[in-house]
């Protein structure tokens, strides 16, 4: 009689599937299959679209669309889509269980809304740091050539007619770093003489602000005020020590969008056409390209521009500032009891001018209605569970 073959070994079980067998082997699967055992297993009731239903859902749109713009259709299908899941896995589970998967859920999507937030905003605006930082070198050249000339150069130099020959600008060119074509400036010809027309109009000759209009030829982005009690007075270089309003308190330059000098024109603008004479006393500099940082909360809002102060410190002004308060930061020894950190303060925006109210309100809204919608959606099947268990 022959013997019937070995059976062939059984290979073991993937790791999956000894993890599934073991779940539901454990003590906690066989009491939750004791409870769900007395009710049918019937499935969710389908959602009845009730008027409180589509109410409910035309909130949860509009908001979603407040908040989220056209995404916010695709922000309302995956709010209802979870929901349903919701209702799925809470179907045999008890009321405890229900509320504790809604927490979780609502926190859940805040923190995945708050890191969707941060990562696609930037930490700065890199124009507006570019500028400010071609501002510093402007400020560390000009205290260069303090040290060495134990003043700031004058605003312009003039031939023996009285004309205008060499611009403030052509001083510092030796004490800014980097190859640069105006360091060949020849000072015995006047600014626009033959060699020097040339490096007016070379490339790279000036610093220029990333976000000006001026930045694809000659014209000049920061400019010098000139006029009696400023730092340009003209004639000779004023000192560090002749400022008896503090250095950190005294503008030493301004910013000027699409300005109509020319890199080595020895012209900037006078303390008259600075201040202005418009109806509502504002100045009519720091001019710029700026824009405030775009986030979700707020908006981008043109700034005015950065002023660079004598002790080689920049501040952005998001309004231009008064005329009057521009005065007294112009003057080295007008007395006045100002502080550059509070006058910037004065003219930000306001809050309620920064915030973009659709965002602000419609994504808490949206939230709140979306888990209102989540606990109606999961309440439902509750109820019905309710129901059958004690019937």
Known sequence: MREAPCPAPVPPAPLYAQVLIGLHQSPVSSSLNRVTARVPAQGARPIEFSPKTILLLFIV???????????GILAILCGVLAGLLLRDLCYYRNKEF???MLIIATIGLILLWSFISVMLTPE???QYVACMN???????????????????????VLDDNGRPMHSWRAFIMPY???????????FDEPWDGTNNKKLTDAPDADIHCPSSCSKLDSRRDYVTITGPG???????GTRLEDIADGPDNTVLLVEMDNSDIRWLEPRDITIEEALGNSNDGTATIPTSGHYTLKTYFTKSLPLAGNILMADSSVHCFENR???????????????????????????????YKRLRWDHVIGLPLFLITLVWLWVWIVEEPYKVKTDQVEK
């Open 61 to 71: 749109t509009c908001a979603s669309l407040a908040a989220f713009g056209i995404f």
């Open 98 to 100: 229900k509320y504790s």
């Open 124 to 126: 700065c605006n890199p």
């Open 134 to 156: 071609n501002a510093i070198f402007y400020g560390i050249a000009l205290h260069h050539y303090h040290y060495t000339h134990d003043c700031f150069p004058p605003p312009c």
């Open 176 to 186: 800014i770093e980097g190859e640069n074509p105006i360091k060949n400036y020849d």
């Open 230 to 236: 400023t730092i340009w007075p003209g004639g000779n």
């Open 321 to 351: 500032p008064s005329s009057e308060d521009l005065a007294a930061i112009l003057s080295i020894d007008g007395g006045e009891p100002v502080k550059i950190e509070d006058m910037v303060e004065k003219y930000k925006y306001p809050l």
